[in-house]
């Protein structure tokens, strides 16, 4: 009766055996095959077979990591925290929400923007006149679109 030591040599040996048949199976198999595809397919195929040979024979292992001892949690200590506040105002400023626009007629606009084949003028807001939700009136006041050119 074959020890454990000789039945895994064994086992390697067949494997190995067979690794290499499979191998020399697979390159007559691709060599075959090569000649009947253009250059592309070739490429593909060779792509096809190192893959599988690189299966077939896995060669050495990936490398491990080293192993760490533990280390233990952080010590227990008192945090602290600088807190850098802003004066406060007094409750007075800001915008509070929900803002609205009241009267749509108080908008002021800029020179429309008009469409490459001069169908279309679309506006351009200017201003709007707001209220926020204290009834403080506020207004917004958007860029020009069509700043002037600078003279040079």
Request: overall charge neutral.
């Amino acid at each position: 009766m074959a020890t454990p030591t000789e039945r895994s040599t064994g086992i390697r040996e067949r494997l190995s055996a067979r690794s290499n048949g499979l191998s020399s199976r697979t390159n007559a198999r691709a060599d075959g095959i090569q000649e009947r595809l253009d250059a592309r397919h070739q490429r593909k195929a060779g792509e096809l077979v190192q893959n599988l040979l690189d299966m077939a024979n896995p060669g050495k292992p990936l490398p491990t990591l080293k192993r760490e001892e533990p280390r233990g949690g952080i010590p227990q200590r008192r945090g602290y925290s600088e807190v850098n506040q802003q004066p406060g105002t007094g409750g007075q400023g800001g915008i509070a929400g929900p803002l609205q626009e009241l009267d749509i007629d108080q908008r002021e606009y800029y020179a429309p923007l008009l469409s490459s084949d001069g169908l279309f003028a679309l506006p351009q807001i200017k201003m709007l006149q707001m209220t926020d939700g204290g009834g403080n009136p506020f207004q917004v006041q958007l860029a020009d679109p069509h700043p002037p050119e600078p003279t040079p």
